[in-house]
């Protein structure tokens, strides 16, 4: 057995959006801190962020109504201290964005002085959205990236799959210690491990697991996965957050198309042109977006539909161009004019309200490992997560995180060194149909199945797939080397697993989660916390 190359730093961090950057600049000042990135820097879901980030900086607001309103949205499953944690920090944490150079946006207030321009989103009952124009998570991702490059601690690792964290178990050890992970470089196809005194999850959330989705292609719940496979609880996996519009085109996938949109008068149709929207809703197409969502879901399913339409053609053309610039001419570079013909459209997985579970310093069960920002369930969130509180929990739990390890930097001990990756007994594999082949039917029973709107004999009937999956895979994974799709299979398969197992516990509808066989919701209901056996 050959001798797998070792790394020895003092941090490493899983991820390399707001949550995992955010960490990674707190700490480089009192050690050496490595960030593996599976693909590109910029490529993780903080990039596509459009809206801002939720922190009260308004004299008529106050981090009491931020929390109730946190509250409300999320259906009665928040934590309130995890919320009013969170919302008390905002602040401080936004100023740290804004001196790391983030260009948020301006105006002028009534009397000529320059201050920042607060928006509104839905669900909040005050202006408290800091953004820069519609594309706040750019800015932030963009300006974080230049200031880690700049940072002589900081080493950055491109083009890495974290595969799994050694833990006391692997070792023999009786403990619950996490001492580093094994990882894939695919410049080299080749497995290293990176040994470390800390360890930090900020891998994203887990959209891919449908098959629509607004997500980039990173999003494959490999950190949830990672964690659980190591012993760590995960909480809350059936609540996933669905953006009603998304584009439907082979060649523009995971394009969204804003809500300003039906704001302005498109309206929502079948293939036959008639409108859908007044038969479920008196707002009709200004319907929150879960109502908006399980519509086009309902009408999709009953017709074996493939899309349904979003039109606002009737309206003037040059007011189209003028209020939706970007999506007229992104619609028009695949011969799309919306001034006169419909956009097709699919509801898409957005976001993991659930994760791994943490405390407020993002600690998970294990010793030295932590989670921050999507991967992580913090209590924040509940049932459904409130617009621009996302990238908040992002850096408020990585500013926590980093607190925290720096306080024990002093008592840590050196990383030991870990056991040799053994691949004496695999093969290149000689089918990666089977991959692809799994990929696809996974995501697509899982749309059909455990998507926006559930039963409990679609359910099972997903179990007992995903079972059959996970043989396939696992019997897969043992005979061939690793490759990027077969990890994230691996790690979508174990997901969908955890997702699935959190619905059926839920025998009631609340905020994400919508069963037809429990339509109405409980009293006093709990997070669904889920062990390792």
Known sequence: MTNTPQLTTDVVIVGSGAAGLTLALTLANHCHVTVLSKGPLTEGSTMYAQGGIAAVFDKEDSIESHVEDTLAAGGGLCDRDAVHYTASNAKTCMKWLIEQGVPFDMDKSALGKERYHLTREGGHSHRRILHAADATGKAVQTTLIDRVKQHKNIQLLERYNAIDLI??????????????????????????????????????????????????????????????????????????????????????????????????????????????????????????????????????????????????????????????????????????????????????????????????????????????????????????????????????????????????????????TLPNWDESRVTNSDEEIVITHNWHELRLFMWDYVGIVRTTKRLERALRRVELLQQEIDEYYTNFRVSNNLLELRNLVQVSELIIRSALERKESRGLHYTLDYPEPKANPKPTVLHKH
């Open 167 to 416: 833990t006391d178990e692997k070792l023999g050890h009786s403990g619950k210690r996490c001492h580093g992970l094994y990882v894939w470089n695919r410049a080299t196809e080749q497995v290293e491990i990176i040994n470390a005194r800390f360890i930090s999850l900020a891998t994203g959330g887990a959209s891919k697991v449908y098959l629509y989705t607004s997500n980039p292609d990173v999003s494959s719940g490999d950190g949830i996965a990672m964690a659980w496979r190591a012993g760590c609880r995960v909480a809350n996996m059936e609540f996933n957050q669905f953006h009603p519009t998304s584009l439907y085109h082979p060649e523009l996938q995971n394009f969204l198309i804003t809500e300003a949109m039906r704001g302005e008068g498109a309206y929502l149709k079948r293939p036959d042109g008639s409108r859908f929207m007044p038969d479920f809703d008196e707002r009709a197409e200004l319907a929150p977006r879960d109502v908006v969502a399980r519509a086009i879901d309902y009408e999709m399913k009953r017709l074996g539909a493939n899309c349904v339409y979003l039109d606002i053609s009737h309206k003037d053309k040059n007011f189209i161009i003028d209020h939706f610039p970007t999506i007229y001419a992104k619609c028009l570079s695949v011969g799309l004019d919306i001034t006169k013909e419909p956009i097709p459209v699919v509801p898409a997985a957005h976001y993991t309200c659930g994760g791994v579970m943490t405390d407020f310093n993002g600690k998970t069960d294990l010793d030295n490992l932590y989670a921050i920002g999507e991967v992580a369930y913090t209590g924040l969130h509940g049932a459904n997560r409130m617009a621009s509180n996302s990238l908040l929990e992002c850096i408020v739990f990585a500013q926590a995180a980093a607190k925290d390890i720096i306080a024990q930097l002093a008592q840590s001990h050196t990383p030991e």
